[in-house]
């Protein structure tokens, strides 16, 4: 979008990459030169230029992975591909890196909230964590519910990978998601404790909620409390 802006041609670092390789042919010149025409006439619009801006940016990168073999979503095919080696025989932990990232997924934790707990709607029907105590100008009452003892491991089943939740204190499975490369590239989105967003996020956080919720119902209701959070503050009730 720079180089359109400047008037350059948005190939120019690309043909830097693509040397020597068949990839850039004398049609994808055409294209970009016309493209880049139409661009700078007065019959496109703002919202028609920046889709076309879009698109032609994915269009040069693709023949850029085809120049270089170099292949979209290289670092989350070779997770998933570490992940099913290491349980080939098997379930077993998540690699340290990921399994935090996943974690911060399922079970989102704040650091304005309690250690080692999430902040779950008292007598909410959807397991949709509190996002940030700041947020809570008004007093609400919220389920303090423990997960330090929730552990995760992964496991084949078939050409499947599954992500199971389990406790020490329960031989079963309390909670399981399936461990796809939409699922891995928003745990790639989590930084500094905090989760971004990937265009798959509204597709992934129903699965994220149905394996959040079961693994709740899973934990002692004796070990959950409840909390009254406002203005950045949480107070736990004595019941």
Same mark, same amino acid.
Not at 18 to 44: I, K, M, N, R, V
Not at 93 to 98: K, R
Not at 130 to 149: E, Y
């Given at each position: 979008?720079?180089? $359109? ?27 970009? /030169? ?13 919202? /028609? ?10 269009? $040069? ?30 379930? $077993? ?5 990921? /399994? ?9 934790? !704040? #650091? ?8 779950? #709607? ?5 397991? /949709? ?8 100008? !008004? #007093? ?87 909390? $009254?959070?406002?203005?950045?503050? !949480? ?5």
């Amino acid at each position: 979008m720079q180089r $359109v802006a400047m008037g350059d041609l948005p190939s120019g670092d690309a043909l830097g990459l693509l040397s020597g390789s068949l990839a850039w042919s004398p049609f994808d010149a055409y294209l970009e /030169e016309t493209l880049l025409e139409f661009l700078e006439s007065p019959g496109c619009g703002d919202i /028609e230029r920046r889709r076309l801006v879009s698109w032609y940016g994915a269009y $040069v990168a693709r023949l850029v992975g085809i120049g270089t073999s170099t292949y979209g979503n290289a670092e989350i095919i070779k997770q998933w591909r570490r992940c099913k080696r290491s349980c080939a025989n098997k379930p $077993v932990a998540l690699p340290s890196d990921l /399994e935090r990232s996943i974690r911060s997924l399922i079970f989102p934790q !704040h #650091p304005d909230g309690p250690a080692n707990s999430m902040l779950m #709607p008292a007598f909410s029907v959807r397991a /949709e964590p509190i996002s940030s105590l700041k947020d809570q100008v !008004h #007093p609400r009452l919220v389920g303090v519910v423990p997960i330090s003892a929730v552990s995760l491991r992964v496991r084949t089943m078939g050409g499947r990978l599954l992500i199971e939740c389990y406790t020490s204190e329960n031989a079963g499975v309390i909670g399981q998601l399936a461990l796809d490369f939409a699922l891995l590239r928003e745990a790639q989105s989590f930084s500094e404790d905090r989760s971004g967003q990937t265009e798959s996020t509204a597709y992934i956080e129903p699965r994220i909620e149905r394996c959040r919720s079961s693994s709740i119902a899973a934990i002692d209701h004796a070990q959950q409390t409840l909390a $009254v959070v406002a203005n950045g503050r !949480h107070e736990e009730l004595a019941i």
